[in-house]
């Protein structure tokens, strides 16, 4: 979608600090990191939040929890939280499916 931020940061239109990416999806730090590891995982297809999950789009969600599993251990990272807010009540900010992963001392969601 071409006035999504995380289908401009996906197209490298704004710039980001990339984790992983692969032909399905994208990693990148947080901006406004809430723990010492706070990176987003996102589907480099657009699907709004996972309200939008369906039949025909859910395999990609199996392939980013894979990436998720495998950024972790990677990052000897074993214990961690993995939060996606689904609606404005909810604290969803960015209207493109996101997998925020938590890691560190902090791990406090949301914020305060
Ligand atoms: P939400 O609030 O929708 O659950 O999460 C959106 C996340 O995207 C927030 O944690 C916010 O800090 C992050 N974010 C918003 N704009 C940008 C940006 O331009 N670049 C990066 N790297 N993260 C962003
Ligand atoms: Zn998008």
């Given at each position: ?13 704004i710039?980001s600090?990339?984790?992983?990416e ?6 990148f ?7 010492p ?7 480099k ?15 990609v ?7 998720i ?13 993995v ?10 900010s ?13 791990m ?5």
């Open positions: 979608m071409s006035d999504c931020l995380f289908c401009k940061i996906i197209a490298g239109d710039p600090n990339k984790v992983y692969d032909d399905l999806c994208y990693a730090n947080d901006i406004a990191p809430q723990a590891v706070h990176f987003l995982v996102i589907p297809a657009h699907i709004a939040s996972v309200a939008g999950v369906n039949e025909e789009n859910s395999a969600v199996a392939h980013i929890f894979e990436v599993a495998k950024l972790t251990k990677e990052k000897g990272i074993e214990s961690y939280r939060v996606s807010n689904i609606g404005e009540q909810a604290g969803q960015v209207p493109h499916l996101h997998f925020h992963v938590l890691a560190g001392r902090d406090t969601w949301p914020p305060g």
